[in-house]
């Protein structure tokens, strides 16, 4: 049935859709100008800063108190980064250096970049705890694997963005880090066991202020048994509200996922989300036209009219949604929506926490770079001077397929960086399906005479990469192994460089490492 144009509004008040272009389509203009919360941004709408300050600038024309989201980790998961490759690396690496007021730095560096580029609320930092080193969707994008480690950096994360007028949030409550499935595709069961470390993070991320919290599509038996966190009241009212006394934004993750959506619909899991306590809605990864954002907001209207979501809730979400685009524009202090300035694309802050790095690649980086040399380690397992590199290498990336959180188009690897520093070097990456014998053998014959790097990800992850590099390293003991992803273990290779990370920085770092620059 026709629903009154004041309940639309209302249910408008609370979505955050994608949508398509680099600027803003006609849609998203009239809705906005009828009270559309705000905006989600990715990889499709970003072209460089200043074209997202205009981008941003025009959203905000429409509707002054528009909130921008986009989702800016640093390292693997960049949007604004993606040509080139983050100049900051991820929540991983930081956490190994363990330097709270290098994160803070880095944080706060980046929290500067998005203010300039008109973005409000970032999407970030992830408070996983990833105790689960099988996890095929958190990973590197936690600060680590222990919770206290967790906590104090998440902390840190929060305080530096949001002093540079950008919300933070903590996200995927209530953590996604023990799970071995990835949500966009089913349902990961958080086990009772360990829980309580799993929240910490949170806790701490509230006590810090943070201005939102981002449900992940998690089931969590100890606390609901049937309803994924997202659509739980027990997890998004009973835990985070009431238990932890969180009282800014709860925002979702992707309402399209296929851990809320199958069972619902993407209209249905919406209302669901709202009524269980979140206060927005978070749309547009994978489907991003105006018709899904006319769905999900004709369903939560629906939903009020046959009384599965009171209406005061909604008014609710609603007026937090509200204050939150307040605090932005306060905080702002008339910065956003400006192309100058911009650093994005390569850092410019200077150092915190003091680096002991020694030397530098091209040019003095910046505190990304900083931060990325401070995290690389590495495990010498022969006598023999495998480093520095004696001359121009080959160099063998093994490249797995990332998931839908990690662009498909984020440049990664040590080739390039290493082909600036030692010229002459030659570069071959591999997938799944040529990573052959045959493929490994001509390899291993172009590589004759010259020292062999070999580079992976997640190596333990994939039974392929395994098998290559048992091939690769057979034939040559001597090779040296850079893990561009979670190591677990250090004894590949004559020598073993892990640098917690793919983000362009990283790949720097262990070039530099390689030609003895670090």
């Known amino acids: 049935m026709p629903q009154s144009g004041d309940l639309l509004r209302l249910a408008d008040a609370v979505l955050f859709p994608g949508f398509a272009g680099r600027t803003p389509p006609d849609w998203i203009r009239r809705r906005l100008g009828e009270g559309l919360a705000g905006v989600a941004l990715f990889t499709r709408n970003i072209a460089d800063p200043g074209q997202l300050a205009a981008l941003t600038a025009a959203l905000r024309a429409e509707n002054p108190l528009v909130l921008v989201g986009v989702d800016e980790e640093s390292g693997e998961v960049t949007r604004l980064e993606v040509a080139g490759g983050s100049s900051r690396p991820g929540a991983y690496a930081l956490g190994v250096v363990d330097d709270v007021a290098l994160t803070e730095a880095v944080a706060r560096d980046l929290g500067a970049d998005l203010a300039r580029a008109g973005i409000t609320v970032d999407f970030a930092p992830s408070a996983d705890v990833n105790s689960n080193p099988d ?32 919300a933070a949030c903590a996200k995927h409550f209530p953590g996604h880090g023990d799970t071995s499935v990835d949500s966009h595709h089913g349902v990961p069961v958080v086990a009772g066991d360990g829980f309580e470390d799993a929240l910490l993070p949170f806790r701490e991320a509230i006590k810090e202020g943070v201005r939102t919290v981002m449900t992940g599509h998690l089931l969590v038996p100890a606390y609901d048994a049937e309803l994924p966190a997202t659509l739980s009241p027990k997890v998004l009212t009973g835990l985070l509200r009431e238990e932890l006394g969180f009282d800014g934004v709860i925002i979702t993750d992707g309402i399209e996922m296929a851990a809320v959506s199958e069972a619902y619909g993407i209209g249905g899991a919406a209302a669901r989300a709202i009524a269980a306590g979140a206060d927005a809605i978070c749309v547009g990864g994978e489907r991003a036209d105006e018709g899904t954002a006319v769905e999900i907001r004709d369903a939560i209207a629906a939903a009020v009219a046959d009384g599965l979501l009171p209406e005061e809730r909604l008014a609710d979400a609603a007026r937090r949604v509200r204050e939150l685009a307040t605090w932005a524009a306060a905080s702002s202090g008339g910065s956003t929506g400006s192309p100058t300035g911009s650093s994005l694309g390569g850092s410019t802050g200077g150092s915190t926490g003091g680096s002991t790095a020694a030397g530098t690649g091209s040019g003095d980086g910046g505190l990304g770079l900083v931060a990325a040399r401070r995290a690389v380690r590495v495990t010498r397992r022969s006598a023999a001077p495998v480093l520095p590199l004696s001359g121009p290498a080959s160099v063998v990336e093994l490249a797995p397929e990332m998931n839908l959180a990690i662009d498909k188009n984020t440049p990664w690897g040590v080739g390039e960086p290493l082909s600036r520093l030692l010229p002459g070097t030659t570069v071959a990456r591999l997938t799944a399906a040529e990573a052959t014998g045959p493929a490994l053998e001509r390899l291993l014959g172009a590589a004759t005479g010259r020292p062999l790097v070999i580079a992976v990800r997640d190596a333990h992850r994939y039974a392929w990469q395994g098998e290559a590099l048992r091939h690769l390293l057979s034939a040559r003991p001597d090779a040296v192994v850079v893990e561009m992803g979670l190591p677990a273990r250090a004894d590949l290779g004559a020598a073993h460089v892990a640098t917690y990370g793919s983000a362009r920085v990283c790949g720097q770092a262990a070039a530099e490492v390689l030609t003895g620059r670090l």
């Not at 206290?148 to 994360?157: G, I, Q, S």
């Open 135 to 166: 996890n095929p969707v958190i990973g590197l994008r936690a600060f680590g694997a222990e919770p206290e480690l967790v906590a104090r950096h998440t902390r840190a994360f929060v305080r530096g963005l949001q002093s540079a007028g950008v």
